[in-house]
């Protein structure tokens, strides 16, 4: 189902931003949600492993950035109020 070129880009990207040894496990994420991402090129999600992972990384991705808004939010929060309650 998967053309060859398709499979090609595919592993390069992998081989790209595996290779460079990201520490981050968000960057990490990020660079598999991307490669899979290429699977989508003909404009439809294949019934594959490759489209499970996909809807996967999508949710994984959604989680860490909506944790990470919420927890700013937090911070910046409470950062505010201590600082009212030290003017005032």
Known sequence: ?????????IVFGHFVFLRQ??????ATLLA??????LLLIPGYIYISIFG????LTSLLLLFF??????????AG?????????IGF
């Open 32 to 37: 598999y949600h991307i490669s899979y991402l």
């Open 77 to 85: 929060f409470v950062g505010l109020f201590s600082w009212c309650r």
């Open 21 to 26: 040894k990201v520490n981050s496990g968000f």
């Open 1 to 9: 189902m998967v053309s060859d070129v398709q499979s090609l880009i």
């Open 65 to 74: 950035v909506s944790s990470c808004v919420f927890m700013w939010s937090c």
């Open 52 to 55: 499970l992972v996909w809807v």
